[in-house]
């Protein structure tokens, strides 16, 4: 018993960190996905299914990776919702804060057609702080097929952008990344 216990356990763990998808096989459904402590969301992929207007969602692949230089985060928070259904998105974690997790519901009521999000963010515990931010250009065309990776370098993500076009009823999406690090680190004293 103990046995099938632990690998059961390590076999979670690895699938956690190598990627999973959110709502495979589960249309419109909502979905939620926490990285493992001390971890960032590293890859974020979507494939976009057309069909009737109320039939249309994307699927979510996300991974996560070790947050740089064996930075330990805590204070972790899930935000509200970020946005209202088929309105821009533009959501960053505040402070030094890193995105370790994604929460979505669809909503096809009302004839919206649409996501809303909320992240969970986690704050560094030793005082690092964000720097050398840049945020991707669009990783998709609307009804295209959306990837997106942390570049090496030790990143972090700590922002996620949409836009929603109701012709095509869906969204294409950025992502704003930094690097993590101490003050003296980042101003040179």
């Not at 005082?127 to 990783?139: D, F, M, Y």
């Not at 700590?158 to 929603?164: D, L």
Request: glycine share 6%; net charge positive; with cysteine.
């Amino acid at each position: 018993m103990y046995l099938v216990v632990v690998f059961l356990v390590a076999v979670l763990a690895t699938h956690m960190t190598s990627g999973v998808w959110l709502n495979e096989g589960m249309n419109r459904k909502e979905f939620k996905f926490e990285c493992p402590a001390h971890h960032t969301l590293s890859r974020v992929v979507s494939d976009h299914k057309n069909g009737r207007k109320n039939n249309e969602d994307r699927k979510f692949w996300v991974e996560c990776a070790p947050v740089p230089r064996n930075i330990h985060v805590n204070s972790c928070e899930w935000s509200d919702f970020t946005y209202s259904r088929r309105n821009p998105l533009h959501y960053q974690c505040a402070k030094s804060g890193i995105i370790t997790g994604v929460y979505s519901e669809y909503d096809f009521t009302s004839k919206r057609y649409d996501r809303k999000f909320s992240f969970r963010c986690c704050t560094p515990s030793g005082g690092e702080v964000l720097h050398a931010c840049e945020t991707s250009s669009w990783t998709n065309e609307y009804d295209e097929h959306q990837s997106f990776k942390l570049p090496s370098g030790g990143y972090v993500m700590r922002g996620w952008t949409s836009v929603y076009n109701s012709k095509y009823f869906d969204r294409k999406y950025a992502f704003t990344y930094c690097k993590l690090g101490k003050v003296m680190d980042v101003t040179g004293l």
